[in-house]
């Protein structure tokens, strides 16, 4: 090993970046999960208005989760390897 016993301290930083980026990973694909189980409980209900309101009370939610972490995702990720263009940069172009 290069860094031997002092590891722990040497990485500390970029174990906390790896940690932080798992987290938000897991807790989009979680949400999005969780949001297409959501969607098809409303896709098969018979009544378009009970299907609108599934989709307003039970699928619509899920958005706000997903894009929190998504937001966070972009802040901790670099411009040079995120491959999408980030929610600020869009706010921003002509």
Not at 5 to 25: D, G, V
Not at 34 to 55: F, G, H, Q, V, W
């Amino acid at each position: 090993e290069i860094y031997g016993n002092a590891f722990e301290k040497t990485a500390r930083e970029q174990m906390k970046l790896i940690e932080a980026i798992s987290a938000h990973i897991e807790a989009i694909n979680t949400g999005i999960t969780d949001m297409i189980e959501a969607r098809k409980k409303a896709n098969n209900l018979a009544d378009s208005e009970a299907c609108a309101a599934a989709y307003c009370d039970t699928v619509k939610p899920y958005f706000d989760t997903i894009r929190y972490h998504c937001d966070k995702l972009e802040l901790l990720v670099d411009d040079e390897l995120w491959p999408l263009t980030k929610y600020r940069e869009l706010l921003f172009t002509r």
